[in-house]
């Protein structure tokens, strides 16, 4: 049974880093699959924000690029996030996910338990 | 405003047959993109309930089917029990948004 698990702080400064890190068990990191993160703002919905395949390739989503950072570490079998300049907007609760399958047809099959990161002064 | 459209709520007695919707345009589920379903039980994270349009995961009860025509798609749920209220979110993916995966904006599902 595959499990992730993220772990980070859970309160950011505004204009500060967010740093999140997805450890990953029951798989292997270098798979044929897609390491995705999500998030979901308190009360609102879902929103995708990027990912990585085990070669390093990333896709983020338009919205966040240039502030955002997606790596992988195979010796650990875990990946991150990195998010710069970080504002009240980007409260939420952070998932980490597995995507099943390749290109457009991926689907989330395994995800973790989610983690609240709050920015605020 | 998601590039998904669901409406916010539906509801429905024990028993009875829902539909949810998950309307997109000819970049997404217009292009054939597969379409996928989760869903979110409170206080939990979100679960797979209907991969590449039509397939349940194991574990998935056979109450729970999805459609998929033209730009739309539709999760219909049979025999609507107390523990199938949650919010469900259809997601795709885009081609005119570099490559995203889209989400739509999820529909809270009410057992009456």
């Known amino acids: 049974q595959v499990q992730l698990q993220e772990s980070g702080p859970g309160l950011v400064k505004p204009s500060g880093t967010l740093s999140l890190t997805c450890a990953v068990s029951?798989?292997?990191?270098?798979?044929?699959?897609?390491w995705i993160w999500v998030r979901q703002p308190p009360g609102k919905g879902l929103e995708w924000i990027g990912e990585i395949f085990h070669s390093g390739t990333t896709n983020y989503s338009p919205s966040l690029f240039g502030r955002l950072t997606i790596s992988v570490d195979k010796s650990k079998n875990q990946f991150s996030l990195t998010l710069n300049s970080v504002t009240a907007a980007d409260t939420a609760v952070y998932y980490c996910?597995?995507?099943?399958?390749?290109?457009?047809?991926?689907?989330?099959?395994?995800w973790g338990q989610g983690t609240l990161v709050t920015v605020s002064s | 405003q998601s590039v998904l459209t669901q409406p916010p709520s539906v509801s429905g007695a024990p028993g009875q047959r829902v539909t949810i919707s998950c309307t997109g345009s000819?970049?997404?589920?217009?292009?054939?993109?597969?379409v996928h379903w989760y869903q979110q039980l409170p206080g939990t994270a979100p679960k797979l309930l209907i991969s590449?349009?039509?397939n349940r995961p194991s574990g998935v009860p056979d109450r729970f089917s999805g459609s998929k025509s033209g730009t739309s798609a539709s999760l219909a749920i049979t025999g609507l029990q107390a523990e199938d209220e949650a919010e469900y979110y259809c997601q795709s993916y885009d081609s005119n948004l570099s490559g995203s995966r889209v989400f739509g904006g999820g529909t809270k599902l009410t057992v009456l």
């Open positions: 590449g349009n039509t």
């Open positions: 000819g970049s997404n589920i217009g292009a054939g993109y597969d």
């Open positions: 996910a597995r995507g099943l399958g390749l290109g457009s047809t991926t689907c989330l099959n395994f």
């Open positions: 029951g798989d292997s990191i270098s798979s044929r699959n897609w």
